[in-house]
């Protein structure tokens, strides 16, 4: 069970914006997205032990992430996970929102219900515009 939402670093001098833009495009092919919303702070989780001593060398123990709501402009046929330089993702599918901590790893449920939380008045006002 390994399942996220599309994240990514952000380059030395680069801007979270156009980074996780960069990184949409890089881990799913979109390109066609409208910026919503932003979050309003840095939301950072720690590895478990066990997965920190494999991931990223043992270098890190966890991320500090900055968030976006993202409305997509594109077709179903622009998202195309596996057909990037380096794949990440081998398969996507759309979720509701309340899905999202259940589908998360174990150690980043808590992002995802934080996140949930402070973007409800924004996934609020896109169920009432549909």
Do not use: C
């Not at 500090?64 to 709501?69: G, I, L, Y």
């Not at 794949?87 to 996140?115: C, H, M, N, Q, T």
Request: net charge negative; charged share 30%.
């Amino acid at each position: 069970h390994e399942w996220q939402m599309p994240q990514g670093g952000i380059d030395e001098g680069e801007d979270p914006y156009p980074a996780a833009l960069r990184e949409l495009a890089e881990e799913t092919n979109v390109t066609h997205v409208t910026l919503l919303a932003e979050a309003s702070d840095w939301f950072a989780y720690d590895l478990p032990e066990e997965i920190a001593k494999e991931a990223w060398k043992g270098k890190y123990r966890g991320q500090t992430q900055k968030w976006f709501v993202l409305e997509f402009d594109g077709k179903d046929s622009d998202i195309q996970p596996t057909k990037v330089d380096h794949p990440e993702f081998d398969a996507w599918r759309w979720a509701r929102p309340d899905e999202l901590p259940s589908l998360a790893v174990s150690f980043k449920r808590d992002i995802y219900e934080a996140l949930l939380s402070e973007f409800a008045p924004v996934i609020a006002g896109l169920r009432n515009a549909k």
